[in-house]
């Protein structure tokens, strides 16, 4: 994996990222020359319309991002990758058609446009068809050697048979556990030199996953591994490598204190995210205004009682504040004021408040709550207090999240799904201290485009 800004990205991923802008490019250029042909025209040389092939590609290739082409559905199954292709594109040349009214320098031609559009779309199809599984292949894949036969290291042999893994455990060593579940693990008695034997099998990292470290940890094994090239790491960074996630059976407090993250010298970056806030918060009142009026109406052509739903809510800190949405549910939803998740199918919800949730409607006015500097627009979502004094006594660190600011879209939301039990909160929890302990702008900007994701295909909501 390539860490971008604290953020792993799989060789697979950049490699086809990489490969799908050249072809954004050279789409772009043929529909350019084609065009010229049909109006025989003269073709200039082509440093004279880089700019416009260069916002053809770049403005495709967030759209693409945005949607998940990239995400290992896309890449294990064509059809779904053909789909969210073509929705990538179509979106790509609105909001092109958008920076061309903007920006007149850059535009591109309509004409241009639909014919590069067209070639866009049949060969970044065409890549994918040629490449197959071969992004998916063992190629790729980074070779482990586990450390460990016990109940962690049955973890990661799960976790290197789901589709889209990114590495293949080619051993596992076991170190005397007592509890021993990997049949075919090789006991360290029987290799004589440990290092020799990660090298034989060509690994290139080595995952400590012992069940008990204390006096157990095999120092010189490992010093003499180090020295070979071959990477050594220990489980917990491991998983947080390769699922986005802050496990929480496998942590403990040394290693959040020790582990690079939760760093505090944001001051920057803090900057860079409230000014962001500021601005994205009024725009998004100012363009949304007629759409939360119209659903305003809705609101209030349904059913009784206000238009606005105010909720207490522990923001950053443990600080309370209310937090303001367009309501979606009965009036009478909670009854005494007791706190209550929300269910699938949930029938307190009204039938536009099923509409405005699928689609996020209802968290528009929660952009107040950004500009007053309450939330911000990406971080942890923000829980009610009687939901937060149980899940502290229930859940390890889950006053860490409360360390950065709530948001309106996270890194929960758009790798999870709606969080109405503990175990989902559990789940949640570990996406938001991955979110808190790697926080960067590029981060950020990674959970913004997704979300488009989430708001076209809402799997999750409730």
């Known amino acids: 994996m390539i860490r971008l800004f604290k953020h792993y990205v799989p060789n697979a991923v950049l490699l086809l990222a990489i490969l799908d802008i050249i072809l954004l490019l050279v789409s772009g250029e043929l529909g350019w020359v084609f065009r010229m042909g049909q109006l025989d025209k003269q073709v200039l040389p082509i440093i004279t319309r880089m700019p416009q092939l260069i916002c053809f590609a770049v403005t495709l290739e967030i759209a693409m991002i945005a949607v998940g082409v990239y995400g290992a559905g896309a890449l294990q199954s064509l059809r779904y990758a053909t789909a969210r292709l073509i929705v990538a594109v179509s979106l ?6 958008a920076i061309y009214y903007l920006v007149p320098a850059l535009d591109f031609w309509r004409s241009n446009l639909l014919y590069g559009m067209g070639l866009a779309v049949v060969a970044l199809i065409l890549l994918r068809i040629l490449l197959g599984k071969t992004l998916g292949s063992q190629a790729f894949k980074r070779r482990i050697v586990v450390l460990g036969a016990g109940l962690r290291a049955q973890r990661l042999k ?7 893994a990114a ?22 008695d029987a290799i004589y030199n440990l290092a020799d034997h990660v ?8 995952v400590l996953a012992l069940e008990e470290r204390r006096n157990a940890l095999p120092l010189k094994d490992l010093l003499r591994i180090k020295t070979t090239g071959v990477h050594v790491n220990e489980i917990s960074t491991f998983l947080e490598r390769e699922t986005g996630r802050v496990d929480l059976d496998s942590v403990n407090p040394s290693w959040l204190i020790f582990s690079d993250g939760f760093s505090s010298g944001r001051m920057l970056s803090g900057a860079f995210k409230r000014l962001f806030d500021i601005a994205a918060s009024l725009i998004l009142i100012v363009v949304t205004a007629p759409l939360v009026l ?19 809510r522990v923001g950053l800190y443990n600080v309370g504040f209310d937090i303001v949405k367009l309501r979606s549910m009965r ?22 408040g099923r ?16 500009l007053k500097g309450e939330m911000s627009f990406v971080g942890p979502r923000p829980e009610r207090p009687q939901f937060v004094d149980d899940l502290e006594q229930q859940l390890p660190y889950y006053a860490e999240r409360h360390m950065v600011k ?29 979110y808190a302990k790697n926080y960067s702008p590029f981060l950020d900007l990674l959970i913004l485009l997704q979300t488009i994701r989430v708001v076209l295909w809402p799997e999750g909501a409730r």
Request: aromatic share 8%; glycine share 6%.
């Open 92 to 97: 790509g040349i609105i909001v092109q058609s």
């Open 158 to 164: 799960a976790l290197a048979q789901a589709p889209g």
């Open 167 to 188: 590495f293949v455990v080619v051993g596992y060593v076991s170190m005397s556990e007592a509890n021993r579940v990997i049949p075919e693990a090789i006991a360290r």
């Open 199 to 206: 090298v034989l099998l060509n690994a290139s990292e080595v």
């Open 294 to 312: 119209i659903t305003a109406l809705a609101i209030k052509f349904e059913s009784k009682g206000p238009i606005l739903y105010r909720q207490r």
């Open 331 to 352: 009036q009478d939803a909670e009854v005494n004021g007791k706190a209550v998740w929300a269910e699938k199918d949930d029938p307190r919800i009204t039938r536009i």
């Open 355 to 370: 509409i405005i949730r699928k689609t996020r409607i209802d968290e528009i006015p929660q952009a107040w709550s950004v």
């Open 406 to 434: 709530p948001g309106i879209t996270g890194w929960a939301q758009i790798n999870y799904r709606y969080g109405a039990s503990i175990e989902d909160s559990r789940q949640t929890l570990e996406y938001d201290l991955y």
